[in-house]
Structure formats: structure tokens, C-alpha cells
């Protein structure tokens, strides 16, 4: 069976279908005057979302729309995000059945639903058409609390008819799983989402409402609040014009229109908005009312709107799914609440978090803490852990170690001025030898070290060829001995006094 939003679905509720538009048929337009549908389009029960079937509950007219499809990082329009959800709320009863694969919607319901009082069908067409183009990103945490996730085109196909007054579309396999299964819902009330006339506005509200209980969505990169509004890139590049043209009057329009209240706060990296955050905190029924009602046809269409406060997700569940949520469970265990420990982990790092943490473990123990949750506050706020240092069992081994440390270094010192000695030593011994053996040479007569120095000169043709080749040049020249190259003149003054230490010794 095909999800179905009618006017039969509706009970009545809707104003008599407009006639159909050319413009509707994607394609050539058809000359030919529209004839109606042979069928009415089958209705399907939708009490579990709508609540018109059962008239012992209100009609709870709020799309649970799975958190990634909240969070497309893509520049989508007003009309494109109304649409959206509506097309979510239409299928949704079908998602989990694969049997269904396409959905089907009165284009006048939708357009009614949306608030969309135009004759130009293009518009609803090419909103249509975006959604196929969109990328969305989901990224949860499965039942074992590992994180899963995942990117796709919003609408796999779609197609209107123009004969029937119909669009046809399809999901994502993988995404279908996902909005039908999906871990965190944030639930989008379609009633207030037609009073917004910015798509910043509702985008905003999209991701806000799911923490109304909560109180906070935690602080989020700058960066990432663009993509989450639908900035496009480059635009609005300064924090100035940003926090001009779209934060501030995206929040005043969430303000005034809807059934929450927001406040924005920064968090600053030297003199630059690095992050935000906004408190989320209810209206109250006169502000509601008092922010403008529904318009006859969005009201005929959607009938009454359920306390959505009763609908909205748990704090429990809301922190379930975030990427931080071990670290909160971890501070809500020292009395903190939800909203408390979302802001904590998001405001500072996670690394100083936990450390203090650990530092507000050890005051506990010593019986130092009277109030847990606001030492706690304090403690992660003012970094009482750096301050205060390691405890003292982490200190003594880090000064144990520290000890072994300078031990080690000491011997190794010891070893290399032994080395460094010996070596000495080892030279000292070496050019005494070498004075001794040049005075043993000077004293000998000439002949002799005429002789030396002709044996000294052979071994130098034989064991050093080129320094060899050095000396006969120099010697051809007529170059002193004392003036020959350095290596020369080394050479042969050790071979020289090899030759003398050889004669000079007691076995000579």
C-alpha cells in the first residue's frame, strides 16, 4: 500500500482541490484540458502521527524527523526544508515496510501543508528537485555505542504526475533504514514551521527543539552552525555580518513564531567567536498564542496541535547519541544535569574535563566535598586539577622516576669523563712518543737520516700511492720538506718514526 496524504486522510478538512497546473508534469505541458483522476488516492491511518483517526486524542500533527535529516549541511530554502518534512510525515508509517518502496502525496495537500498559497507550481517543483540534489550527513551512536555514520541524496526519485495531481517519490535504501529506525528523533511541528519566512529561522528551530528539555544544544564550531543553517560557503565570511543577517534574526523569528525560546552564546578564541550555543527554554501558551495564529487553510489541514513538550525527546535520549556521550554519562554521575553536562564537554576539552574529573574523585575521598555537582562545576570551570597537581601517589612516582632518572644520567656522565680521560691520556702518551722519536731522529747524523728518510719515502710509494705522488711533485719543485702539503709532510713523518722507534728498541 502507498503512503497517502488525502484529503480523505484528512477527514474533510481540506478546502476542494484547486484545479491542476500545467506547469505540474515534469516535461512537455499537455494542451489538452486536465481530466480528474479515475481514483481517488488511497488514505492511510495516520492516528500515530496526526491523531485524526482517534478522536479521544488530540491531533498530534509533529513529524519525527530523524536528527541527520535535521542536521543537512546544505543551503536549503524555506519552501525546500517545509517540504521536506512534510513528505517525511507522509511516509513515514510505510518506512519500515520494504514492500513499500514509493510514496505518493496530493500535490494540493502538500502545498496546503506547507503553506505554499502560490500558483506558480514551478516553485513546488523545483523545491521537489532540490531535494534530490541535497546531501545529508547522520552520524549516531548503534546500541553497543558505536558510532555509525553515513551520507546521502535526500530523495533518491521523484516524479509528478500531473494527471493525478500527485508526486511520487522515493528514499534512500540506506537512509529509508535510517528514518524509519531512526536512534534520536528531533520532532518538527508542522503547524509552526508555517508561520517561519526564513529558511535560517527554521533551520534554527529544527535544530533547537529537540533539546527543549534538555535546555542547551551544547556549544557546536562556528563552522558548523553555517552548515547547519544553510549558509552557503563564502558567504557572510566576518562574524559581524553572520551574527547580522542571519543568527540574530533567525533567533527572533524562532522567538516570535514558535513554541521555544532561544538564546545564543559565544565562546571566544582570543578576540574571535570560535563557538555557540543556544539556551532552549519553552514559551509558554500565552506567548504562543500571542505570536500569531495559523492561518485557516494550514489550520483546516493540520487541526489541533498537540503540547509538544509531552512529544519531545528525553534528555537521556538526547545525550545518547551524541559523540561525547561517555564523558557525560561520566558527569552526570556527580549529580550534574543533562544540560549541565552537555555544556561542560562542549565548552571545554575533553581531556581537561575528565582530569578534573579525576582531581574531583580524589577531594571526595579525602571527605573535602560537600556539594559534588557544584564543586564539580567549579572545578571543570576554574581547571582546579592544574592548579592543584597530580595527587600525591602520582607525584611520588613521578619523583621516584625522576630520581632513577638523574641516577642514570649521573652514571652515564661518570662513563663518558672516564672515556674522555682515557682518550686524553691516550694522546698525551702519543705526542710525547712522537716528540721523542723526531729528537731521536734530529740527533742522528745525516747520512743516517738521509737514509731513514729514502726507506721512509719507498714505504710511501708502496703503502700511500697517491700521497706518494704529492711528495714527488713537491720534491721536483724543490718545496722544503717543513712547506709540503700536510698530509705529506704526516705521512712521512710516521713512517719516519716507525723506522726509528724500530731501531731504537732493545731488540733492534
Known amino acids: 500500500m502507498r503512503a497517502v496524504l488525502s484529503s480523505r486522510t484528512l477527514t474533510g478538512r481540506l478546502a476542494p482541490a ?14 489538452r484540458p486536465v481530466s480528474p483522476p479515475r481514483a481517488p488516492p488511497r488514505p492511510i491511518q495516520t492516528s500515530l502521527l496526526l491523531g485524526l483517526d482517534d478522536p479521544a486524542r488530540p491531533g498530534a500533527v509533529e513529524v519525527k524527523k530523524h536528527v541527520g535529516a535535521v542536521h543537512s549541511k546544505a543551503p536549503l530554502s524555506l519552501l525546500q526544508r517545509k517540504v521536506a518534512n512534510v513528505l517525511l510525515l507522509n511516509a513515514f508509517e510505510e518506512l519500515a515496510d520494504d514492500r513499500v518502496e514509493r510514496h505518493e502525496i496530493a500535490l494540493r495537500d502538500l502545498a496546503r501543508i506547507c503553506g505554499f498559497d502560490s500558483n506558480n507550481w514551478e516553485y513546488l517543483q523545483d523545491a521537489l528537485r532540490a531535494l534530490t540534489d541535497v546531501r545529508i550527513e547522520w552520524n549516531v551512536l548503534d546500541k553497543d555505542g558505536k558510532k555509525r555514520w553515513g551520507r546521502s541524496a535526500y530523495l533518491a526519485e521523484v516524479e509528478m504526475v500531473e494527471r493525478s495531481g500527485t508526486a511520487s517519490y522515493v528514499y534512500p535504501p540506506t537512509l529509508r533504514r535510517q528514518l524509519a529506525n ?7 511541528n508542522l503547524a509552526i514551521q508555517a508561520r517561519f519566512g526564513s529558511g535560517y529561522a527554521l533551520a534554527l528551530y529544527e535544530n533547537c527543539v529537540r533539546f527543549r528539555k534538555v535546555g542547551t544544544t551544547g556549544f557546536l564550531p562556528l563552522d558548523t552552525w553555517r552548515g547547519l543553517l544553510g549558509v552557503e560557503e563564502g558567504q557572510y565570511p566576518e562574524y559581524k555580518y553572520l551574527n547580522k543577517q542571519v543568527l540574530k534574526r533567525a533567533a527572533d523569528e524562532v522567538n516570535r513564531y514558535s513554541d521555544i525560546r532561544v538564546e545564543m552564546e559565544t565562546k571566544k578564541e582570543g578576540r574571535s567567536v570560535a563557538a555557540l550555543r543556544f539556551t532552549v527554554a ?49 558527569l552526570l554521575t556527580f549529580g550534574l544535569s543533562e544540560a549541565q553536562a552537555l555544556d561542560l564537554s562542549t565548552e571545554f576539552d575533553p581531556a581537561r574535563v575528565a582530569t578534573n574529573l579525576d582531581h574531583v574523585e580524589a577531594e571526595i575521598d579525602k571527605g573535602e566535598v560537600k556539594n559534588v555537582a ?21 607525584r611520588q612516582a613521578e619523583e621516584k622516576k625522576a630520581d632513577a632518572k638523574r641516577a642514570r644520567d649521573a652514571q652515564q656522565r661518570q662513563r663518558e669523563e672516564r672515556k674522555a680521560q682515557a682518550a686524553q691520556s691516550e694522546r698525551e702518551r702519543g705526542e710525547a712518543r712522537d716528540r721523542a722519536l723526531d729528537e731521536a731522529f734530529a740527533a742522528l747524523p745525516q747520512a743516517e737520516q738521509d737514509a731513514l728518510t729514502d726507506e721512509a719515502v719507498a714505504r710511501m710509494r708502496a703503502d700511500a700511492p697517491p700521497i706518494h705522488a704529492w711528495y714527488r711533485e713537491a720534491a721536483e719543485a724543490g718545496t722544503p720538506e717543513a712547506d709540503m702539503r700536510p698530509a705529506v709532510l704526516s705521512t712521512l713523518r710516521a713512517f719516519r718514526r716507525d723506522l726509528v722507534a724500530a731501531i731504537s728498541s732493545p731488540s733492534s
Open 18 to 31: 484547486a484545479p491542476t497546473n500545467d506547469h505540474l508534469k515534469v516535461g512537455r505541458a499537455d494542451p
Open 182 to 188: 531512526p536512534a534520536v528523533y528531533a520532532r518538527i
Open 282 to 330: 519553552e514559551a509558554g501558551d500565552e506567548a504562543v498564542q500571542a505570536s500569531g495564529a495559523v492561518g485557516p487553510a494550514i489550520r483546516q489541514a493540520l487541526g489541533a496541535v498537540p503540547d509538544p513538550r509531552s512529544l519531545a525527546p528525553e534528555p537521556a535520549e538526547v545525550i545518547a547519541d551524541h559523540p561525547l556521550a561517555d564523558l557525560q554519562r561520566r
Open 374 to 394: 557544584a564543586f564539580t562545576v567549579a572545578a571543570v570551570r576554574g581547571d582546579y586539577a592544574a592548579s592543584a597537581g597530580p595527587p600525591a601517589v602520582v
